[in-house]
């Protein structure tokens, strides 16, 4: 079997460098994603003969693995993957693949897997250029919401700093008493810790954050992690419902200070949340990251 431990705050280094050589752009592929939510899915970890491989339950309990990073040979690390999950008498699958990813796993074990895509979690990649300007017939009701944002209230942007982790800290629980106070759904429960954990530990997750103070509060903030080269990855997004225009102008402000220096953003999936997906697209994302899974023929 393969040697997995638990993710800890002191791997980040060794996995982020797997991460950011493979320059994949999935929000999966994240340390901070990985850490804030292992408690949900019992992420572990090996590295061996220069692949790392992660392991964890998927929503529907099901136990499987990342597409392994690395530089050697590939055939040789998905074999050790079907061994690992044969020796621990499970199926072998491998979760969040994209089409490339199937590609690779073709050429070097040709027909022996099956892949079948979710639209549930494709990712939304927008251009960074598109989010910061908001230029264009498309994106003319976003401008309305943040004019009407900026005639409403008195408004300053601010870096998440250890100052303001409080205040931030504060504005998600008054977001969660928005939402039947984030203790009997499981996602939100789960949401909960992951937060505390981010909050916790911010500095030391390598996090980039914004806020807005409004009329004296903080009542928006929003935070993520660059995925490689060319795309940063935002991993969440809070403002109360209250505030006209406040997600729009979190989005755009976020986009401005943070991912300038980024071809693109990627804003993760809709879960399957009709609400969720109406808003997404309705900031035109330049391509959806098509994701799904592979399993081994029986």
Same mark, same amino acid.
Request: charged share 25%; glycine share 8%.
């Given at each position: 079997m393969l040697d997995f431990k638990p993710v800890m705050i002191a791997d980040k280094d060794s996995l982020q460098s797997f991460f950011y050589k493979s320059n994949f752009r999935n929000c999966d592929f994240s340390f901070s994603n990985i850490y804030?939510?292992?408690?949900?899915? &019992?992420?572990?970890? !090996?590295?061996?003969?220069?692949?790392?491989?992660? =392991?964890f339950h998927a929503t529907e309990n099901a136990p499987g693995y990342l597409f392994p990073l690395g530089d050697g040979d590939l055939k040789k690390a998905l074999e050790r993957i079907c061994e690992d999950a044969w020796e621990r008498m499970a199926h072998v699958y491998l979760y969040a693949i994209t089409p490339e990813m199937f590609n690779w796993i073709e050429n070097v074990m040709p027909g022996q897997f099956i892949y079948e895509k979710g639209r549930d979690w494709y990712e939304y990649i927008y251009s960074s250029e598109d989010l910061i300007s908001l230029v264009g017939k498309k994106f003319q009701a976003k401008r309305n919401h943040i004019n009407k944002f900026k005639r409403t209230y008195r408004w300053e942007y601010l870096p998440i700093t250890r100052e303001i982790i409080p205040e931030c800290v504060e504005l998600?629980?008054?977001?969660? !008493?928005?939402?039947?106070?984030?203790? &009997?759904?499981?996602?939100?429960?789960?949401? =909960?810790? !992951?937060?505390?954990?981010?909050?916790? &530990?911010?500095?030391?997750? *390598?996090?980039?954050?914004?806020?807005? =103070?409004?009329?004296?509060?903080?009542? !928006?903030?929003?935070?993520?992690?660059?995925?490689?080269?060319?795309?940063? *990855?935002?991993?969440?997004?809070?403002?109360?419902?209250?505030?006209?225009?406040?997600?729009?102008?979190?989005?755009?402000?976020?986009?401005?200070?943070?991912?300038?220096?980024?071809?693109?953003? &990627?804003?993760?999936?809709?879960?399957?949340?009709?609400?969720?997906?109406?808003?997404k697209m309705s900031y035109q994302p330049a391509f959806l990251l098509e994701k799904g899974y592979v399993r081994i023929k029986e």
């Amino acid at each position: 079997m393969l040697d997995f431990k638990p993710v800890m705050i002191a791997d980040k280094d060794s996995l982020q460098s797997f991460f950011y050589k493979s320059n994949f752009r999935n929000c999966d592929f994240s340390f901070s994603n990985i850490y804030m939510w292992k408690h949900l899915y &019992n992420t572990l970890f !090996a590295i061996e003969d220069g692949f790392l491989y992660i =392991r964890f339950h998927a929503t529907e309990n099901a136990p499987g693995y990342l597409f392994p990073l690395g530089d050697g040979d590939l055939k040789k690390a998905l074999e050790r993957i079907c061994e690992d999950a044969w020796e621990r008498m499970a199926h072998v699958y491998l979760y969040a693949i994209t089409p490339e990813m199937f590609n690779w796993i073709e050429n070097v074990m040709p027909g022996q897997f099956i892949y079948e895509k979710g639209r549930d979690w494709y990712e939304y990649i927008y251009s960074s250029e598109d989010l910061i300007s908001l230029v264009g017939k498309k994106f003319q009701a976003k401008r309305n919401h943040i004019n009407k944002f900026k005639r409403t209230y008195r408004w300053e942007y601010l870096p998440i700093t250890r100052e303001i982790i409080p205040e931030c800290v504060e504005l998600y629980e008054r977001w969660c !008493a928005e939402n039947g106070g984030c203790n &009997n759904e499981q996602s939100l429960v789960g949401e =909960r810790v !992951a937060t505390q954990k981010v909050f916790n &530990n911010y500095e030391k997750l *390598g996090l980039l954050g914004g806020a807005l =103070r409004i009329d004296g509060e903080i009542l !928006a903030y929003s935070y993520g992690q660059p995925l490689g080269k060319d795309t940063f *990855g935002v991993h969440a997004e809070k403002c109360l419902y209250e505030i006209d225009g406040g997600f729009t102008m979190m989005n755009q402000q976020f986009a401005e200070h943070n991912c300038a220096d980024y071809t693109y953003i &990627n804003r993760e999936e809709d879960l399957g949340l009709e609400s969720l997906r109406k808003a997404k697209m309705s900031y035109q994302p330049a391509f959806l990251l098509e994701k799904g899974y592979v399993r081994i023929k029986e």
